[in-house]
Structure formats: structure tokens, C-alpha cells
């Protein structure tokens, strides 16, 4: 059964941190690339970020850049999303997904977590 299990959300203050965590069974990782996306309440799920299989390549929405870093342990099966800086706009439902290539890609997903809340708020 292919599972994507996401966790590390939760409450942080605007300009704090977290560190997001998703473990994929052996079938929804290997070889593909792995996302991250959000929702939040009355809005449509964005892309957030995107690496590679190899981890060589990584994309972020304009809306992270330089504040959010995603990479990928492939022996573990896990790929992460540092939160720095966080802004209340942050807040959402965060989903980690796999994609059907090996490339890098904002579209094209496969698989995705059941999701972990993120909440910015003083």
C-alpha cells in the first residue's frame, strides 16, 4: 500500500520556524520527484515546492522564496520543508505528494499525505 505520512506542523509565532517531514512508503518514493503544496481555508491548494529524485533540483513558489528550503534524505524515504521566518500567510494545511517523474515539477503528482496544519499566530 503506497503512503505518504507527513508531521512537524503546528503552532509557531510569525518569524519562527518549523520543520516538516514526509516518509514515503518504497513505491511512492523511489525515483520520483517529491512536493509540497498548501491549502488554506477558502483557497485553492498551491504549489509550495518541488525537488528533484536526485535532490540536485529544487523549485519554490515566489510566495516562500528565500524563507522555505525543501530537501530529501533517499535512504530514509523522507523529504522535509524548513519553514523559516514564517508570516501569518503561511497558515494552511501543508500536503507532501509525489510526482510521477524523476524531474523536477510543480504538476503531475501522484500520490499525496493526508496533510498537517500549520498555524502563524501571535
Known amino acids: 500500500q503506497v503512503q505518504l505520512v507527513e508531521s512537524g506542523g503546528g503552532l509557531a509565532q510569525p518569524g519562527g520556524s518549523l520543520r516538516l517531514s514526509c516518509t514515503a512508503s518504497?513505491?511512492?518514493?523511489?525515483?520520483?520527484?517529491m512536493g509540497w503544496f498548501r491549502q488554506a481555508p477558502g483557497k485553492e491548494r498551491e504549489f509550495v515546492a518541488a525537488?528533484?529524485?536526485?535532490?540536485?533540483?529544487?523549485k519554490y513558489a515566489d510566495s516562500v522564496k528565500g524563507r522555505f528550503t525543501i530537501s530529501r534524505d533517499n535512504a530514509k524515504n523522507t523529504v522535509y520543508l524548513q519553514m523559516n521566518s514564517l508570516k501569518a500567510e503561511d497558515t494552511a494545511a501543508y500536503y507532501c505528494?509525489?510526482?510521477?517523474?524523476?524531474?523536477?515539477?510543480?504538476?503531475?503528482?501522484?500520490?499525496w499525505g493526508q496533510g498537517t496544519q500549520v498555524t502563524v499566530s501571535s
Open positions: 518504497g513505491r511512492a518514493f523511489s525515483g520520483r520527484a
Open positions: 505528494a509525489a510526482a510521477s517523474t524523476g524531474g523536477i515539477t510543480s504538476t503531475g503528482y501522484d500520490y
Open positions: 525537488i528533484s529524485w536526485s535532490g540536485a533540483g529544487t
